[in-house]
């Protein structure tokens, strides 16, 4: 979800707080006992670190990825609350992320879309804006993508390997909005967010 905005210019996963001194200080203010690795206090990690280009600058903030479950329970809250006044004390916003709303339909919807980095297709932003446009004029709520991709393999004189990817491509990007809630694949139709296809 963080890949597909434009504002994002880097995502760190489990980055590590290496300000040791810092929170071990803030483990003893919240009752944490710091993990120990050989013999050394083991570094917090922050489950994901986000550069954002926001008005020209760059940005930080900082997210942490739970269950609804561990979100609960008193010893992980405790770690968090470590993470959170760290990162509140040097200025980057924090924030803990429910996992609830990511089911099975969006997850495999994502990988779906983001088939196009896995294939390596290098878009073009000549034939993205053609797709694009043909595609508005293509849809139809009950028409399978298939069906469309077919057409516009003709239409763009593309192989059809390619426009599957211009598809993903698009979608990922936001030229063309899908539903993450209903499930995405080549035989069957799109849902669309909305009627309105951003070419």
């Not at 917090?44 to 550069?51: A, N, Y």
């Not at 698009?170 to 993450?180: E, H, M, N, V």
Request: charged share 25%.
């Amino acid at each position: 979800m963080l890949e597909r905005r434009s504002s994002t210019v880097e995502i760190r996963e489990q980055w590590p707080i290496l300000d040791i001194d810092r929170t071990l200080e803030l483990c003893a203010k919240f009752g944490v006992r710091q993990g120990v690795r050989n013999g050394y206090p083991e570094p917090f990690t922050v489950d994901f670190l986000i550069t954002e280009r926001v008005d020209g600058k760059l940005r930080y903030r900082a997210a942490s990825i739970k269950s609804p479950e561990d979100a609960q329970d008193p010893g992980i809250r405790r770690r968090l609350a470590v993470e959170h006044a760290w990162c509140e004390e040097r200025g980057i916003p924090w924030a803990l992320v429910n996992t609830q709303r990511f089911n099975k339909t969006m997850l495999e919807n994502l990988r779906f879309l983001r088939g196009w980095f896995r294939h390596r297709y290098v878009p073009d932003p000549s034939l993205v804006d053609r797709f694009a446009s043909h595609f508005e004029s293509l849809y139809a709520p009950n028409r399978p993508l298939c069906e469309i991709l077919i057409v516009l393999s003709k239409a763009l004189r593309q192989p059809t390997p390619t426009v599957e990817d211009a598809f993903r491509y698009c979608a990922w990007s936001g030229r063309i909005q899908p539903s993450l809630a209903h499930p995405l694949s080549l035989d069957a139709p799109v849902v669309l967010e909305s009627s309105v296809v951003h070419a």
